[in-house]
């Protein structure tokens, strides 16, 4: 079967875990109920020493920079070639049978292709969309879903389709009987590796609190598109793009997010606090630490 005629693209960024990428891969086609309608687009840093050979004929490769998540993301989706893309892991097993069908069932409710819909990783589930899946169509549509310089994705494009959904148009929606168990190190289920390590958790929250601008003029742009409007706000922030601001810059643009915010007040409040949250744990926990290999600064 050739590439044009494939469905699903999963995107996958791997880094020294060959052995958990190919388990992750034999889990998501032998619960698939179409399983050549899936492809896999692989993203690997171009210094990895980790042997990914076997993986040459199982998947569309690219390789290039260690960089951020919407960089390795972006770089993915324009050489894949499904209709439908589900961002993952590679610390990830799939649980769920016929978990294609249930998608495909899903998809004929958003006809015109502009949903956010995610799986059951059996952690974060509902809270947060660890493994966002959307359209390509959306992705090439509206460029502004991955910022390149953004690693928090999954809470962006949350937080985006939240925006929608307070304007009155709800396109988000939880599968919670797709289960992707997400076998992370810090609930118990893997041990912790150098992939793991070399991560900070929170250096990225800053971009994410400076690009709400760029999601609440994005969703306004896509209600306007849906409901066949005139555009009424150019997709454009007004924020200097930094990667470090000082505790009270934070504070103050995590008010505005609260405040300027177009999505639901309870959802409003319990972003605040889970970026307060963040923000006060990063302050305490690596205060004087840093990550082992820090990503190259685009």
Same mark, same amino acid.
């Given at each position: 079967?050739?590439?044009?005629?494939?469905?699903?693209? !999963?995107?996958?960024?791997?880094?020294?875990?060959?052995?958990?990428?190919?388990?992750?891969?034999?889990?998501? /086609?032998?619960?698939?109920?179409?399983?050549?309608?899936?492809?896999?687009?692989?993203?690997?840093?171009?210094?990895?020493?980790?042997?990914?050979?076997?993986?040459?004929? $199982?998947?569309?490769?690219?390789?290039?920079? %260690?960089?951020?998540?919407?960089?390795?993301?972006?770089?993915?989706?324009?050489?894949?070639?499904?209709?439908?893309?589900?961002?993952?892991?590679?610390?990830?097993?799939?649980?769920?049978?016929?978990?294609?069908?249930?998608?495909?069932?899903?998809?004929?409710? #958003?006809?015109?292709?502009?949903?956010?819909?995610?799986?059951?990783?059996?952690?974060?589930?509902?809270?947060?969309?660890?493994?966002?899946? #959307?359209? +390509?169509?959306?992705?090439? $549509?509206?460029?502004?879903?991955?910022?390149?310089?953004?690693?928090?994705?999954?809470?962006? @494009? +949350?937080? /985006?389709?939240?925006?929608?959904?307070? @304007?009155?148009? +709800?396109? !988000?929606?939880?599968?919670?009987?797709?289960?992707?168990?997400?076998?992370?190190?810090?609930?118990?289920?893997?041990?912790?590796?150098?992939?793991?390590?070399?991560?900070?958790?929170?250096?990225?929250?800053?971009?994410?609190?400076?690009?709400?601008?760029?999601?609440?003029? @994005?969703?306004?742009?896509?209600?306007?598109?849906?409901?066949?409007?005139?555009?009424?706000?150019? *997709? /454009?922030?007004?924020?200097?793009?930094?990667?470090?601001?000082?505790? !009270?810059?934070?504070?103050?643009?995590?008010?505005?997010? @609260?405040?300027?915010?177009?999505?639901?007040?309870?959802?409003?409040?319990?972003?605040? /606090?889970?970026?307060?949250? %963040?923000?006060?744990?990063?302050?305490?926990?690596?205060?004087? $630490?840093?990550?082992?290999? $820090?990503?190259? +600064? *685009?």
């Amino acid at each position: 079967m050739n590439n044009s005629s494939k469905e699903i693209s !999963i995107i996958v960024p791997s880094r020294g875990r060959p052995e958990k990428l190919l388990q992750m891969m034999n889990s998501v /086609l032998e619960c698939a109920t179409l399983p050549k309608l899936i492809e896999f687009v692989i993203y690997l840093d171009n210094d990895e020493n980790s042997d990914y050979q076997i993986f040459n004929d $199982k998947a569309v490769i690219v390789v290039g920079e %260690r960089t951020f998540m919407g960089k390795m993301f972006s770089s993915c989706i324009q050489k894949s070639n499904g209709k439908t893309i589900l961002i993952c892991n590679d610390d990830v097993v799939a649980r769920t049978k016929g978990w294609d069908e249930i998608l495909y069932n899903n998809l004929q409710s #958003f006809p015109d292709n502009v949903f956010l819909m995610y799986p059951n990783d059996l952690n974060k589930g509902a809270d947060l969309c660890t493994f966002p899946i #959307f359209s +390509k169509e959306f992705f090439n $549509k509206y460029p502004g879903i991955l910022p390149e310089d953004l690693t928090l994705i999954d809470l962006h @494009l +949350k937080d /985006l389709f939240f925006q929608l959904h307070g @304007l009155g148009s +709800k396109r !988000i929606k939880y599968l919670h009987n797709v289960v992707f168990e997400h076998l992370h190190y810090s609930i118990g289920k893997s041990n912790i590796d150098t992939t793991y390590a070399s991560r900070h958790r929170f250096a990225n929250d800053d971009l994410f609190i400076l690009y709400a601008n760029l999601r609440f003029n @994005l969703s306004e742009k896509i209600l306007n598109d849906i409901e066949k409007k005139s555009l009424k706000k150019e *997709i /454009l922030s007004n924020k200097t793009m930094v990667h470090k601001m000082t505790t !009270i810059q934070f504070c103050k643009e995590n008010l505005l997010m @609260l405040f300027f915010s177009n999505a639901p007040i309870f959802y409003r409040l319990k972003l605040f /606090l889970y970026m307060t949250a %963040r923000r006060t744990y990063s302050v305490f926990i690596y205060r004087f $630490k840093s990550p082992k290999n $820090k990503i190259k +600064k *685009i």
